[in-house]
């Protein structure tokens, strides 16, 4: 098996004549989380609903779990589980509901369900609020429940787009913890769009996008020597508006 | 076992509608007064006005309600259609739209199973609606309502893939309205819903025209000959090519590569 979970080669991709991404290429291992790194308006939301197949490309290729997205699309997709930036659940079910929904298109039956729900519910300290409906939960809560879900069916490759915007720090550290804990304890694969610097890791491998082109990718210390700074927010300063 | 994954995902996206609908309230009571409305007060005020004469399937001189209960059925169905539509609309811009597309199903078994949980949905609505009637003594042969159900699912299905077509066109929430104006109005008031064929071919010669080949009058017309017993063919061909050419076509609109969402960039 390769230790590759996820695969971005020479991708392109353009709305009509407005090319969004140019020739973009990353790798993300088994166990590595990858923080993608760019400014507003780089790419990042492009480059995600390409590789959760939202979009076609023509131009390059995406390798999921040594699935090619566009010969093996639906196996490709059963190995992934995202957090989109939007909140994606339905507000007038409840918890349960909403991931017992997801277990169903996921293919899973409903006792594995039940259970797959419970160790996901509790590893996120949400177990004993299932039964509320999700309106009644703050931005934090909801996204650990988006979380959970997308986490259900056990995925190789895990996406989050900027999951942790528009939520208090408390939420924040807990998300971006909890995170880095199952990159660490499973051999999941993450990719974390983000324009937040605090939320990298030094073990997190960077990959730096502006404007749909790759501008430096590896660890911190890759980045900043790149930049030729000595800190993550210059050579992420440098290598994005610098270059507008 | 791959028949499985479709099994629960077919129920997950029923039962989730139901349970929708079943919290929204208001939906369904806005479902159910909108035709009581229409028989209650609009053909009770035309009853006098218009007169019906013997047409098939009836075999005597029947009430203006009674001629526009399947009109009315169709309408319940023609607006769950377009509901359907705009939930699917709002789905897509509150992106929960983007889990069900993502599910690694393919992407015409997730559409048809959204389409046939809103014509269930349909169906529960039409049938609450005709035991009202019932007891507004417009009531047809028993065996009717038996034969009304594949009948039911034939045009909910018809209807809604018409309205998933035009949710993979609408760009934006606020455009519903436009839905409303050019396609649920003039597809209801150029139908046989409201007058037979040949009362409007004596207004009107084109409206006469409009009306025959308008897919909402063949959906009507074959519930109301399902309604008694009866089988229309030529309204179920027109039905039936209608559903596969909007389900078709919706199937593209929502294609990644060749329909509508990427050339929105949504």
Redesign the interface.
Known sequence: MSDIALEVVNLSFAYGKKQVLHDLSFQVKRGQCCILLGPNGAGKSTLFSLITRLYAYRQGEINLAGFNIKKKPLKALGKLGVVFQQTTLDLDLTVQQNLRYHAALQGIGRKKANANIQEQLERLGMYERRAELVRQLNGGHRRRVEIARALLHKPSVLLLDEPTVGLDVPSRESIVQHVHQLVQETDLAVLWATHLLDEVYSTDKLVVIHQGRLQAQGTREDIMCKAGVDNLNDAFFNLTQGKS | M?I???W??L???V??EL??FV??KERFLSALVRPLVWLFVFAAGFRAALGIAIIPPYETYILYEVYITPGLIGMIQLFNGMQSSLSMVYDRE???M?????????RWFLLASKLLAGVFVSILQVYVFLGVAWFYEIQAPLEGYLWLLPALLLTGLMLGALGLLLSSFIKQLENFAGVMNFVIFPMFFMSTALYPLWKLQESSEWLYKLAEYNPFSQAVEFLRFALYGQFNQMAFCYTAVAFVLFFLLAIIGY???KGM???K?R
């Open positions: 791959r499985f994954h479709y629960y995902a129920w997950g996206i039962f989730r349970l929708r919290k929204q509150m992106g929960s983007r889990i069900l597309l993502v599910s690694p199903l393919p294609n990644p590569s969402m990427q050339r960039g």
